[in-house]
């Protein structure tokens, strides 16, 4: 049984920032970061493949946030910096059992999935 749990939530100023980590309970998995905001569609944020090789960034947060892989803690962090309101969501860890070399975009393809930790950047 995969189990993924999320933390590092919370509120945050614009121009703040925030580090989310997930605690893995596997290694070596294609995982990444999305979010939800209120009335949106889920979307991908930043994923890395199983080995590492590879992250990729969605075009709103490329340069402003940084995925890491703490193998030594299971984690998988994502650093955010420069917050904006629009980055305001519940963000989700997940986990795919496909092995890709490649980052995985859709969340269709994640098999196992975070309770999610709210984000919510307000003056």
Do not use: H
């Not at 939530?9 to 989310?20: A, D, E, F, K």
């Amino acid at each position: 049984q995969v189990q993924l749990v999320e933390s590092g939530g919370g509120l945050v100023q614009p121009g703040g920032s925030l580090r989310l980590s997930c605690a893995a309970s596997v290694r070596n998995y294609n995982m990444g970061w999305f979010r939800q905001a209120p009335g949106k569609e889920r979307e991908f944020v930043a994923g890395i493949n199983w080995i590492g090789s590879n992250i990729y960034y969605a075009d709103s947060v490329k340069g402003r946030f940084t995925l890491s892989r703490d193998n030594a803690k299971n984690t998988l962090d994502l650093q955010m910096n420069s917050l904006k309101p629009e980055d305001t969501a519940v963000y989700s860890c997940a986990a795919s059992n496909q092995e890709s070399i490649s980052v995985i975009l859709s969340a269709t393809d994640y098999d196992y999935w975070g309770q999610g930790t709210q984000v919510t950047v307000s003056s």
